[in-house]
C-alpha cells in the first residue's frame, strides 16, 4: 500500500502542472529540476502575475507585492516553501 503525498509533494505537483499546462503551454520540461524559472527564461513577469494569481485561488492566500521575489517564486522548492510558510502563518 502506497503512503500519501507529503503536503509539500502535493504542492509541487499542482504547481508543476500548472507552469507545465499553463505557462509552458504543454512543451516537455523538467520543472522539478530548475534551479531558477527565470534564468531557464520558463517565467516572464507575466507569468509570475499568473502564477501569483493560481497561487492566491488554489491555496487561499495572499501574495503581497514585497512577496514577489526570486526568493520566493523562482524555483518548484522556492515555491513550495513559500506556499507553506503563508499557509502557516
Do not use: H, Y
Amino acid at each position: 500500500m502506497s503512503q500519501p503525498p507529503t503536503e509539500a509533494a502535493a504542492i509541487a505537483d499542482t504547481l508543476a502542472t500548472f507552469i507545465q499546462d499553463s505557462l509552458l503551454l504543454g512543451k516537455p520540461t523538467d520543472v522539478r529540476g530548475l534551479a531558477s524559472f527565470l534564468e531557464a527564461g520558463i517565467i516572464d513577469s507575466t507569468g509570475v502575475l499568473e502564477l501569483v494569481q493560481f497561487i492566491e485561488e488554489t491555496w487561499d492566500c495572499k501574495v503581497a507585492d514585497d512577496d514577489m521575489v526570486p526568493d520566493n517564486l523562482d524555483s518548484l522548492p522556492r515555491l513550495v516553501a513559500f506556499i507553506q510558510k503563508k499557509r502557516a502563518g
